[in-house]
């Protein structure tokens, strides 16, 4: 039988910070990041501290050949345990690690999780988390798109009491396939996450409905960052500041971010 994402990468994960164990708390944070070496982005530094500063304790999950210790020194200190796991399963994988490393997370009214494929925060964190921890949603998420099919984006997600300690829930993150493909990565990850969400019966949505700043079958994130931006959305998409032709006034970006927080997004890359 092969051999699931967990199977794969436990025997080869360790914790590096001096920090081994969560304190007593009812808010998580886990931020899933990939790097090939040890230093750390302005926008994970930066990340972990407002989780921080909003109240939750954070657990950072670097995939990455490179077993250098991280080095946090661009940013603010922190308190976050760190992760290090080889890179297999993605993000959902170091999601996953992070919820068997500590199963006590999947039981918390509040759980964050999030990952670096965002450029920011450039303010506070705390009006996102008023927004999750103020619904009514079982799970909740930053956006909603209708790209494929409706769903809440991977790219951050927020789940209220326990919703992770479900049954269902617990068997998807503990028996993730590999993949490698990046269509079934979002299908069988992305896209599979919501459609148990939907057959279990659980109440989701977003901070931001795609309707607020895109047509239903484009990408809020990548189409309407802008719209988002004058919405209170503290984020670009990594993917945006990289190659910011993929959409027609992706130029406009560092100016629009430098105007609004004062900051050059390419110095948090």
Known sequence: MAQNVLELVLPRTTIESDRTTLPKTDRVAVVASFGTGPRVSLSLS????????????????????DD?????????????????????????????????LFPQIRSLPYVIITNDSLVG???????????????F?????????????????????GFRNGVLDDPAVKYFWRNL??????FDIIDKYELGLSRLLQGEG???GAWFDYELVVHWTQNPTISGWRGLLEL??????????????????GFDIPAVV???FGVRPADWL
């Open 232 to 249: 209170g959305f503290p984020f670009v998409k990594r993917e945006l500041i990289t190659n910011p032709a993929i959409v027609a006034d």
């Open 121 to 135: 925060p450039f303010t506070s964190l705390k009006p996102m988390v008023a927004d999750f921890e103020s619904s």
């Open 137 to 157: 949603y079982d799970v909740w998420g930053g956006t909603f798109t209708a790209q494929y099919m409706p769903h809440l984006q991977s790219f951050l997600l």
């Open 202 to 204: 659980f109440v989701t």
């Open 46 to 65: 930066w990340m972990v501290a407002r989780l921080e500063e909003a109240g939750y304790s954070v657990v950072v999950v670097r995939a990455s050949d």
């Open 258 to 260: 430098e105007e609004k």
């Open 68 to 100: 250098t210790p991280l080095d946090w020194s661009r940013g603010p200190a922190n308190q976050a345990i760190v992760v290090r796991k080889p890179n297999i399963g993605y993000d959902f994988g170091s999601w996953a690690t992070a919820l068997e």
């Open 177 to 182: 396939p590999p993949q490698s493909e990046k």
